[in-house]
């Protein structure tokens, strides 16, 4: 029997706001002691009323255009109830009814199409810490300004789980909605499972507070295998909610999944309505940055492996920089240059880049063959620490190549009369090219890596033709 499996993913990202979103408390508890960053308003002491963060508000407006969708031009906020000692006011503001972004897509890089059926804006609870007998309570994160994104249904494996989580992770950060910091929980991920072997959708389980891409496909994987496995025996799927063992890699069942009800949703009386026009849009979306789509179309102009753009649209600062290179030089520079970056540079990299200009001239070095591969390398990574003109490094160093024919086919000439080279000239013309390399090798190393190879290969070539 086939099934299909078929995921929505809820997706909380932190704003990158100063403050919280209901007080003037320092929004950046990550080395913070257990509730030091609380106010009366984050603690619900009888009296306290929220006052909303506009800037929340903006970086919002700027996730709708990240997501391709429309800004609601009238939102507003609800409480959501529910007692658990996390959450002092025994409710969550949150927008049920009239969120503050409107439908909208996010595109796979594989071409897929993932619908967003809303975003809305939401404080955060605090933090549980399970012991042994008892549990305690950090409020530092109470009153975080978060937007929860919600997909529609329209992802179908694993991989397409995964793919979303990275691009949704890119959109964000490159818009400069949140700091994306997963180890800080950022960005957490509930991903909703369900597996039918008709056109119907299944009866679906929900896996809360993942933080990793990795969690987030491996986990979807478990639960199609497990949700398979009960149908086939017979049994019928229980909607819940689960947890992810990271260690066991496995899901275990938490609790009964609410629905909406249950949480007696009514509209907050405190805040009121948010109300933007036109005008107000267009302000908090000017200046929008490149999003990673932007890359992509202009990065495969260079033809280089999946796997480099990746590398490359890791960090917002070296995209920006490599679509620059591609702007004021050729494809061909611009592909060194791209390979440079994905294999030197690391994700969480924040060294200041090299100026363009130095770039284009390192790239133009190796291509005119004034360079090796080898040193050209060593010379980017050193003017990643220290912008300096390449020329003047290579030639403090000593690493320009040797183009003159006359010097190389002296070293040739040597190699070739040396026991070693003599006998891999044998070879050759007895039909071993391989050998070709050996002797390159060779001059390569009389010439201490300086010889330009090419032009040693030929040399070579030249002189066993005419023995």
Known sequence: ???????????????????KLFSA????????????????????LPGMLPYLNHEAVRLAVRAAQALNAEVARVSRFDRKHYFYPDLPKGYQISQMYQPIILAGHVDLPNGTTVRVEHA????????????????????????????????????????????????????????GVTNGDLYHGNMRFDVNVSVSDTDALGTRTEVKNLNSFRSVEAAVEYEIGRQIEVLESGEKITQETRGWLD?????????????????????????????????????????????????RARFSELHVDDSVINALLANQKIAEKLYKVIEESSTDIAKRIANWFATVITENDETDLPST????????????????????????????????????IAQRKNLLQVSDSARIQKIVEEVLASPAGAKAAADITSGNDKAIGFLVGLVMKESRGKANP????????????QK
């Open 247 to 295: 260690d066991e890699n496995k899901t275990v069942s938490q609790r009964s999944k609410e629905n909406a009800q249950d949480y007696r949703y009514m509209p907050d009386p405190d805040i009121p309505p948010i109300v933007l026009d036109e005008a107000d849009v267009k302000e908090m979306q000017a200046d929008f940055p490149r999003m990673p789509k932007e890359y």
């Open 357 to 392: 200009a130095n770039l284009i001239a390192l790239s133009q070095l190796t291509g005119q063959e004034k360079l090796s591969s080898t040193a050209a390398k060593e010379i980017f990574i050193d003017i990643m620490k220290n912008d300096e003109d390449p020329m003047i």
């Open 1 to 19: 029997m086939t099934y299909q499996p078929t995921i929505g993913i809820e997706c909380h990202v932190q704003l990158a706001t100063r403050t």
């Open 25 to 44: 408390t320092d929004n950046d508890a990550r080395d913070a002691e257990p509730n030091a960053k609380v106010s009366e308003i984050d603690f619900a």
């Open 120 to 175: 809305h804006l939401e404080e955060d609870a605090g933090k549980l810490t399970h012991h042994d007998g008892y549990s305690l309570v950090d409020l530092n994160r109470a009153g975080t300004p978060l937007i929860e994104i919600v997909s529609e249904p329209d992802i179908h494996s694993a991989a397409d789980a995964r793919a979303y989580a990275e691009e949704l992770h890119k959109i964000m950060t490159y818009a």
């Open 454 to 465: 090419a032009i040693a290969r030929k040399t070579i070539i030249e002189k066993i033709n």
